[in-house]
């Protein structure tokens, strides 16, 4: 098929279905011949437009609220990065040559992202089916099975979108709840002790996929200037998430305080998880800090790699010591760990996947990513340098799944 020479454009261009592609701002960026002639628009009306001047909605009716409906499903692909099926729309047109008169149209979209090279959404595909034809068809003996039709479609939309705003209102508490729930468990920065640290938490966007990052900053026990500093994430979402990351977290800091290092930690954490409902697979990493001894010892349970940025501007990804996530075996079996050394103004920073994963992405690109902004932030303090971390690695409506960092300034 690579050497057809396929003309896509030309493809787009005559595809029997209406389709437009949008921005992510909602700015038309191209249109196919049968939505520009479906819509009654011209190319010229239409390209480079945002959604609501080309297609308002009707001032008169307050009832209508198809385009408000669609910017919704279109804004909510942008943020998440996944397909939207609309149920059947409503949709009040108004006439290019007469402003003023509207027409009412019946149209069944489905909205779909693009993703471009760094995983973000960079263009947003608008597929719609006109059924306008079916539902008010006019004259003959099909005429009022069209108006019983048009009525039972239109009643099954309206019940479908009150179901959707219901489950909608219903998430929305569940999150707020959850989230409320987390910040109470997760450690404020006053806790963090004298050490130069900062700590982010950033909640999913649009979805229940909440609750379940955690972080945690220890003193440890045993003499010496030493702390224990960790990351996980539960598999799961909302307020069962919540809890079970409350109770992995206090767990890891009680064991950190007396192991003789991280893996024994995590060989506690791993143990306890086995009993805990909803803690298959979760991940955690744990990091023990002597800054008397300028050593670093660090454990992993399939959790993505700490990074050491070193003074020099080095960026070392703390990769020697990974072992499967917690409660992997049945019988568990010690963890392995490994060290490494840093000088003075050497940081090292914790962090959970939402911050570096993106779908259709390798990993791999996305520790590049985060390896290049550390570099290009080096020397800020850790506040400015968690801000400049969370700008530059998540998307601009944010991301699908939660992100929690820790920074420390060695």
């Keep these: 098929m690579a050497d057809a020479g396929i003309d896509y454009a030309a493809v787009f261009r005559t595809l029997p279905s209406m389709v437009a592609l949008l921005t992510p701002q909602l700015v038309y960026a191209d249109a196919n011949e049968e939505f520009l002639h479906m819509s009654g628009r011209t190319r010229e009306q239409l390209i480079g437009r945002y959604l609501f001047d080309v297609f308002p909605d009707n ?118 709840v959850a989230l409320a729930l987390q910040k109470a468990m997760l450690p404020a920065p006053r806790q963090l002790g004298h050490h130069r640290a900062a700590v982010r938490y950033r909640p999913a966007v649009g979805s229940l996929n909440v609750c379940g990052d955690w972080y945690d900053m220890v003193d440890l ?62 991940t955690a990493v744990t990091t023990f800090i002597d800054f008397d001894h300028h050593t670093l010892t660090y454990s992993s349970a399939g959790h993505p790699p700490p990074a050491l940025v070193h003074a020099d501007g080095r960026v070392e990804f703390l990769d020697q010591a990974t072992d499967p996530p917690l409660d992997a075996h049945p019988d568990p079996i010690p963890r392995p760990q490994a060290d490494t050394t840093f000088t003075d103004g050497a940081a090292v920073v914790l962090y959970t996947d939402g911050l570096i994963e993106r779908r259709g992405e390798d990993i791999d690109t996305g520790l590049d990513r985060l390896a290049t902004s550390l570099v290009r932030h080096k020397d800020a303090d850790p506040e400015t340098l968690a801000d400049a971390v969370l700008h530059e690695l998540l998307p601009p409506g944010g991301a699908t799944d939660d992100t929690a960092l820790i920074i420390v300034r060695l």
């Design 59 to 176: 001032p008169n009716d307050a009832t209508a609220t198809g385009m408000r409906d669609l910017a919704a499903s279109l804004l909510r692909v942008a943020a998440t990065g996944e397909r939207d099926a609309m149920a059947l729309q409503r949709y009040d047109v108004e006439s290019v040559e007469q402003p003023g008169q509207w027409e009412e149209r019946f149209w069944s979209p489905i909205n779909a992202p693009v993703h471009g090279p760094d995983g973000k959404v960079v263009l947003l595909v608008h597929r719609v089916e006109d059924v306008t034809e079916l539902i008010r068809a006019r004259g003959g003996p099909s005429g009022s099975w069209a108006r019983v039709l048009e009525a039972e479609l239109y009643t099954r939309a309206r019940e479908l979108q009150e179901v959707n705003e219901r489950l909608r209102q219903s998430h929305a508490r569940e999150r707020e």
């Design 221 to 282: 026990v045993g003499g010496g200037n030493r702390i224990g500093v960790a990351v996980g994430d539960v598999v799961g979402h909302g307020l069962e998430a919540a809890g079970v990351m409350g109770q992995l977290r206090s767990a890891l800091t009680a064991a950190s305080r007396v192991a003789d290092g991280p893996a024994q930690a995590l060989d506690v954490l791993g143990r306890y998880a086995h009993v805990v409902d909803g803690a298959e697979s979760a």
